[in-house]
C-alpha cells in the first residue's frame, strides 16, 4: 500500500491485546487521514480535490454489501482505501458510510477523471468533435463530445463497471495490517485487496445499484408493451454491452427462424407422408398411410435438408454483419487484449512479470498443464461417461415401454411411450446443472491469469459436455441404429418438453419464490431511506449470468440445422417459444435478479464460434440423414444404383454443399464495408496518438 498503509502495519506491530491494538487502529487511522489529504471522511461522501471532478450531485453506482459486525475501524480504513488518489494505493473512487460508521453497507460512486482514465484502460471509443467514433484518450479528452458530462459521455452500465474494475484492481504495495482483522489477514505485497477482504469475510458482496426511473422506463418499452422491436440502445447503455449483445442474437435469430418456419408448415401442409410422421411423433404409434404420399415426400425432406444447410450459414454471416455495427454504435470496436493486471482469483508466487515488469503473483504454464491434463481432462471424462450411462438407460426404458405398449394396447401404456425421454430429460437438464458447478471449480483449480483464458476454458468445458449431452443420444439413434421414426420422436419430446421446463425453472419457479418468499420482505415506501432500498436490492438473488440462456440458444440451433428434415415443425415450434423467449428473459433480468456487471465486449466471443461449428456439422448430419430415408433409398435402387454407388453420391452432395457453404461464407463479408473503414481510421487515429505521446515524452525526458 501506500505510506499510509506503512502506518498501518508499523502501527499495529507486536501487539496482543485487543484493547491496545484497538486504540493503535484509530491512531493509525488519523495518520492515514492527515497523509492522504487528497480525500477526507465527512458526514456523506469523500471528497476530491482535482477541480474538474468537484459535483454538487454524486451518482450511488455500487452497493458494498458489508457483514453485520464489522468492526468500525475496518470500514474507517475500507472507505479510506477507496477514496484515496490512486498513486497514493486507493482506487480514487468516492465513498459513503451509509447510515453511520458502524452500518454493514458502503456506497461507492466515481469522480469524472477516474471514469475517463478506466475509458481509455478498457479501450472505449466514443464520439470526437467531427461526429466520428474514436479510441478515447484522457490527453485529448476535451475534443470528445459530452465528456464533461459522465452521464451522458458514458452509459449506466460502463461507470458502473468501472467502479468494479477499480475495486478489483486494488492491491497492497507492501505488507498491510488491515485494522481491526487478525493478523492471519495480513496483506502480503501485491496481494488483490477486495479478494482478501471478501475471503475474511469483511466484504459479503459488491453489486451494481439499479436507477429506478431508468429500469421503469425500460421495462416499459421492452416487455410491458405491444411493440415487437427491442429497445437495444437502452438495453446497452442499463444491462451493458454483454447483455445487449445477447438480446440483440436472440432476436435476430428468432426472425431469422421465419423462413424455416413457413418452409416447415409448406412441406407439411403439402406432403401426405409428412403429416403422417408428424402425427406417429406425437401419438407415439403407428397409423395408416394417407392419399398422396409419393414422391413429394422425398422431395420436401430434401429441400428442408439444403435449405437448413444453407439458411445456418446465411444467419451466422449475416449476424456477424450486425453484430460489428452494433460494436461501432456501442463504442466496442476497438477493445483489445490489454497487459492488465491479473484477474482477482489468480494466485502464486510473488515475482516479477517478465513482460510487464511488475511484481505480481507467477504461477507456471507447465504447471497448470499438469493440473488440466491430471485433474480437468478426467473429471469433463467422468461426466461424458455419466452422459453414455443416462443414454443407455433410455434405451432400456424404450425397449421396457414399447414391450408394456405390445402387451397392454391401452391409453395408458401409450402414454406411458414418452416416459423414457421425459426422464432422460430431466437427468440431461440435471447433470448439466451440477456439470456447471464442477466446471467452474476445474477452471478456477486451473488457474489462469487473464480472464479471458479464464472463460475461454470455462466455455470450452461447458460446450464439449452440452454438446455430448444434448446430441449424443440423438446422433446415436440416427447414425447407429439408424432408426429414424425414433429420431423423430425423440426430436419432438426434446422440443416440447424442454422448452416447457426451460420456462417454468427460468421465469415461473424464480416468480413464484420472488411473489411470495422474498417480495413480502423487502416491501419499501417512498418515505423510506435510500440506505435500506439498496439494502432490499441485494436481497434479490444474483443473476446467473448469460451461459444458460446462450446454451440453450445453441441447443436450439443444433436441433434445427442438424436433424430438422426429419421433423419440419421444428422451425415452427421454436419461434413459438422463442417469440415468449424475448419477454420472459427481459422481465427476469429486470425484476427477478439484482442488476448484473457488465463489461463491455465487442461480440458474442466464444459463442459465435460454437454456432458456426454447428453450421459445419449440420452438413453432414443431413446428408447422412437423408441417405437413411427409406423413400430415398428405394428410389436409388429403383433407379438401379448399388449400396456403393449410394454411398458415394452421398459423399459428392456433402463435399458439394460444404464448398456451397465456404463460398456463401467467403461471399459475404464479416463486416459491412463502411464499418470496416471506420474501424482502420480508428486504428489508425490511435496509432497516431501513441506516436504523439511517445514523442511528447522523448522531448520532456531530453529537456
Excluded at 256 to 268: D, E, F, H, K
Aim: hydrophobic share 40%.
Amino acid at each position: 500500500m501506500s505510506k499510509a498503509g506503512g502506518e498501518d502495519s508499523r502501527s499495529a506491530g507486536g501487539s496482543n491485546s485487543q484493547k491496545v491494538q484497538q486504540l493503535e487502529d484509530e491512531t493509525a487511522g488519523e495518520k492515514v487521514m492527515g497523509k492522504l489529504n487528497t480525500t477526507t471522511i465527512g458526514p456523506g461522501w469523500t471528497k476530491v480535490v482535482c477541480p474538474c471532478c468537484v459535483s454538487e450531485r454524486v451518482e450511488p453506482l455500487v452497493l458494498v454489501k458489508l457483514k453485520e459486525k464489522v468492526r468500525p475501524e475496518t470500514k474507517r480504513w475500507l472507505i479510506r482505501l477507496i477514496g484515496a488518489s490512486q498513486k497514493d494505493g486507493g482506487a480514487g473512487l468516492l465513498a459513503h458510510p451509509g447510515e453511520d460508521a458502524s452500518g454493514d453497507i458502503i456506497v461507492v460512486s466515481a469522480p469524472r477523471c477516474t471514469l475517463l482514465r478506466a475509458a481509455e484502460e478498457l479501450g472505449l471509443c466514443k464520439p470526437y468533435c467531427s461526429g466520428d467514433m474514436e479510441a478515447f484518450s484522457y490527453s485529448d479528452r476535451d475534443n470528445f463530445k459530452d465528456s464533461d458530462n459522465m452521464e451522458v459521455f458514458l452509459t449506466l452500465a460502463e461507470r458502473q463497471y468501472i467502479v468494479k474494475y477499480e475495486l478489483d484492481s486494488l492491491r497492497a504495495q507492501r505488507d498491510l495490517r488491515i485494522p481491526g482483522l487478525s493478523d492471519s489477514y495480513m496483506l502480503q505485497n501485491r496481494d488483490n485487496i477486495w479478494q482478501k477482504l471478501g475471503s475474511a469475510g469483511v466484504i459479503v458482496d459488491t453489486l451494481p445499484l439499479h436507477n429506478p426511473d431508468q429500469l421503469k422506463d425500460l421495462s416499459e418499452a421492452w416487455y410491458l408493451g405491444n411493440q415487437l422491436a427491442q429497445p437495444l440502445d437502452s438495453v446497452n447503455g442499463y444491462f451493458g454491452s454483454a447483455v445487449a449483445f445477447y438480446f440483440s442474437f436472440l432476436d435476430f435469430y428468432t426472425w431469422s427462424l421465419l423462413p424455416p418456419a413457413i418452409l416447415g408448415l409448406s412441406i407439411t401442409y403439402f406432403s401426405g407422408e409428412v403429416q403422417k410422421e408428424v402425427v406417429e411423433s406425437v401419438s407415439g404409434s403407428q397409423v395408416t398411410n394417407v392419399e398422396g404420399d409419393s414422391g413429394p415426400a422425398v422431395s420436401g425432406h430434401m429441400i428442408q435438408a439444403v435449405f437448413s444447410m444453407l439458411w445456418s450459414t446465411v444467419v451466422m454471416e449475416m449476424w456477424k454483419r450486425r453484430s460489428s455495427s452494433l460494436s461501432y454504435r456501442w463504442g466496442t470496436l476497438h477493445l483489445a487484449e490489454r497487459f492488465a493486471e491479473p484477474r482477482p482469483g489468480f494466485h502464486g508466487d510473488l515475482g516479477v512479470n517478465p513482460v510487464t515488469g511488475r511484481v505480481e503473483p507467477l504461477f507456471p504454464d507447465w504447471q497448470r498443464d499438469l493440473r488440466m491434463a491430471l485433474v480437468s481432462v478426467p473429471v469433463v471424462g467422468m461426466f461424458l461417461g455419466l452422459v453414455v450411462l443416462g443414454m443407455l438407460c433410455f434405451y432400456w426404458g424404450e425397449a421396457q415401454v414399447q414391450q408394456l405398449h405390445k402387451d397392454w394396447g391401452s391409453l395408458l401404456s401409450q402414454a406411458l411411450l414418452y416416459m423414457p425421454s421425459v426422464l432422460h430429460i430431466i437427468y440431461t437438464n440435471m447433470l448439466a446443472t451440477v456439470y456447471k458447478t464442477v466446471a467452474q471449480s476445474l477452471t478456477e483449480y486451473e488457474n489462469h491469469r487473464e480472464q479471458s483464458a479464464f472463460e475461454k476454458h470455462l466455455t470450452a468445458k461447458v460446450l464439449v459436455f452440452t454438446f455430448f449431452n444434448y446430441f449424443a443420444v440423438l446422433f446415436h439413434i440416427a447414425f447407429f441404429k439408424q432408426d429414424v421414426p425414433l429420431l423423430r420422436k425423440r426430436l419432438a419430446s426434446l422440443l416440447i418438453v424442454t422448452q416447457l421446463v426451460n420456462q417454468v425453472t427460468e421465469v415461473v419457479i424464480p416468480f413464484l419464490v420472488d411473489r411470495f418468499i422474498s417480495a413480502p420482505h423487502r416491501t419499501e415506501s417512498k418515505d423510506d431511506p435510500q440506505e435500506d432500498k439498496f439494502r432490499n436490492q441485494s436481497t434479490l438473488p444474483a443473476f446467473p449470468g448469460l451461459f444458460a440462456e446462450y446454451i440453450e440458444l445453441l441447443v436450439q440451433f443444433g436441433y434445427l440445422s442438424l436433424f430438422s428434415c426429419v421433423y419440419p415443425l421444428t422451425a415452427v415450434l421454436l419461434l413459438i417459444n422463442n417469440l415468449t423467449e424475448i419477454r420472459s428473459d427481459a422481465y427476469k433480468i429486470c425484476k427477478l435478479f439484482r442488476k448484473p456487471f457488465s463489461p463491455p465486449v465487442a461480440n458474442m466471443g466464444v459463442w459465435q464460434i460454437a454456432f458456426e461449428v454447428l453450421s459445419f456439422v449440420s452438413v453432414v448430419s443431413n446428408c447422412w440423414l437423408l441417405l437413411l430415408s427409406p423413400r430415398l433409398q428405394d428410389l436409388c435402387q429403383e433407379g438401379g444404383m448399388s449400396s456403393t454407388n449410394i454411398l458415394l453420391l452421398a459423399v459428392l452432395l456433402e463435399h458439394v454443399l460444404i464448398l456451397v457453404k465456404v463460398i456463401l461464407a467467403v461471399l459475404i463479408p464479416d463486416e459491412p464495408d463502411w464499418i470496416r473503414k471506420k474501424r482502420e481510421y480508428i486504428e489508425y487515429r490511435s496509432m497516431q496518438a501513441l506516436k504523439q505521446q511517445v514523442n511528447f515524452f522523448f522531448h520532456t525526458f531530453n529537456y
